[in-house]
């Protein structure tokens, strides 16, 4: 019974290599089209020239 219990042992670990392996290789790009926009947003931002402060005095 104790040998039965010592193959479960790396059974259990392949086991849980797979769940971890299939959790971190999911798909997580739902968000970024809308991070995208932002960005594209922010870059077209940037690059307008605006004109510079006159002294109102």
């Known amino acids: ?3 039965l219990a010592w193959l479960l042992i790396p059974l259990f670990a392949a086991i849980g290599a797979a769940i971890w392996g299939s ?3 999911r798909d997580r790009t739902t968000g970024d089209v809308a991070e995208l926009a932002g960005y594209a947003r922010f870059r077209d931002a ?3 020239s605006h004109p510079a402060p006159t002294d109102a005095t």
């Open 23 to 25: 959790w971190v290789s």
């Open 1 to 3: 019974m104790a040998a």
């Open 46 to 48: 940037m690059a307008k």
